[in-house]
């Protein structure tokens, strides 16, 4: 198991006790404003990971909390046997682009991606609103599973293949991207998730392939958040957050950002929902 496994398996509430006793921002309301910046390796695809998490939703999704919960999808049930599934979707959703979300774009998504873990036999648009995923085997367990990142819902399930090209339904809109090296997007105006998330008005997402020049980056304030498997170069170390310690790093923080008070442990960058889930006090 590679370092940033281990550290993916943390408990988010133990993450959370570590932030408070640091004297940290886990308890700050979140804010809305400013730009959140985040320092990446170019190895790993962290940067394809959280930039998919700011343009992109699933139907589920899976709290800080560790709960599930409906993102495109408002409810869903199962037939008794649970190889039927049948999903209403939100109406008041549109991709980045102006266009209405419909269920054809989920069937077409899904069907495009699979579902890892489920044997997808087929996927239906039910009218505008509504979808019907049928299983070759029963899984009570379809609704977790959709939350994966690796689901995610696309306009007629055209997957771009290059992220300047990424239309979704996030939070987020991109403004310009270079593969492997920089995402730049903004806040999108009137979302529905507005007052839950997507706090700050821009993100940013920089590629710097040596964790020494991170640090530095971050230590000098050109970035708010890095991705670094040890403090070494982080001279004044009070002044800075780290999750899930500072002996087993994953990501430290600048003490100017907000953090929700569970972390999801899924994934080193919050389950790749970090930039819908930070903010800058």
């Not at 997957?159 to 991207?177: F, H, K, S």
């Not at 593969?179 to 706090?199: I, L």
């Amino acid at each position: 198991m590679t370092r940033i496994d281990r550290r993916a398996l943390f408990t988010s509430g133990a993450a959370a006790a570590l932030l408070a006793a640091a004297g940290g921002s886990v308890h700050a309301s979140p804010k809305a404003g400013g730009v959140l910046r985040l320092a990446v390796p170019r190895e790993g695809g962290m940067l394809e990971q959280a930039a998919r998490g700011a343009v992109y939703e699933t139907l589920t999704e899976i709290a800080p909390d560790g709960l599930l919960r409906g993102e495109l999808a408002t409810s869903w049930q199962s037939a008794p046997d649970a190889r039927a599934w049948t999903l209403d979707l939100r109406e008041d959703v549109t991709f980045h682009d102006g266009i209405q979300l419909t269920a054809e774009d989920a069937a077409a998504s899904l069907d495009a991606l699979g579902v890892t873990g489920a044997d997808l036999r087929a996927v239906t648009a039910l009218g505008g609103h509504q979808l019907l995923l049928e299983l070759a085997q029963p899984n009570p367990h379809l609704p977790y599973l959709l939350a994966s990142a690796d689901h995610y819902i696309a306009p007629g399930g055209e997957m771009p293949a290059a992220l300047d090209e990424a239309v979704g339904t996030g939070c987020y809109r991109v403004e310009r991207a270079q593969e492997d090296r920089h995402f730049r997007a903004s806040k999108v105006a009137g979302h529905y998730k507005g007052s839950t998330a997507g706090w700050a008005d821009t993100v940013e997402i920089i590629v710097i392939p040596d964790a020494l020049v991170r640090a530095e980056a971050l230590r000098d304030g050109y970035v708010d958040v890095a991705a670094l498997p040890e403090p070494r170069g982080l001279l004044k170390r009070g002044e800075f957050l780290y999750h899930p310690s500072s002996k087993d790093m994953a990501l430290a923080a600048r003490h100017d950002v907000g953090i929700p008070r569970k972390v999801g442990q899924r994934a080193p960058l919050d389950d790749g929902r970090i930039a819908e889930r930070w903010w800058r006090l």
